[in-house]
């Protein structure tokens, strides 16, 4: 795969400032929307037992034990992944300033979890490969925003292919079309990588800088 994904263009480009707002907005509404769901069930459900049990529903404090639990957790685990969120979002969001989603591979292997439907695996990495068949090296991904533990980790519509938006080497912001889904992605072995980035010119590095890719992110 090239070095510099700006050097081949797939039919259709999108509209990448649309995009990154569209990035921005479900970022947002993924933290408010599990911020809500958990915070519900940690702090309504004891209320909400207590007026079940005075109006003679005494299973219903049965049943709020474990969603209290489960409520608390899932809150205390959305404001542990704050953080990382807004690092990735930011890391995306300069990133599609930089590059235009002018590259489409339309096969993806799966490495590490791709049998995964339900938990997480450590890490997710992947293979992208163009229709000319250029390969890129083992990339480690991250949706953002991040889908709920409850669902399949991978985007969903990865295998049907990705448009990709940055300098692989350095890093790179893949968008699902079919699913409309994102994710951050960075060679695995990012050491491995680092002859590729010294003999990137001064201008691929330069872009690479002003997009937050030359450290290594996730």
Known sequence: MPQDTQGAHAAGTLDTAALRRKLTNGVWW???RNSGIYGLMAFGTPGLGAEAKRAGMSWVPIIGGPMIFVGILGFIATLYTIPLAVIATRTCRKTLAQYSFDTFC???TKVDGAQ???GRPKSMTLT???AEGQESPLMRMNPVPRRGPWRNPWPEGIENGVYVAGDLPFGAVGYVPSSGAFFLMQPE???????DRKLATPDRVTRAQDADLTRRII
């Open 128 to 130: 992208l490969r163009t």
């Open 189 to 195: 072995d990012w050491d491995a990588a680092a002859q």
């Open 106 to 108: 339309p096969q993806i």
């Open 116 to 118: 995964a439907t339900k």
């Open 30 to 32: 993924a933290g408010v």
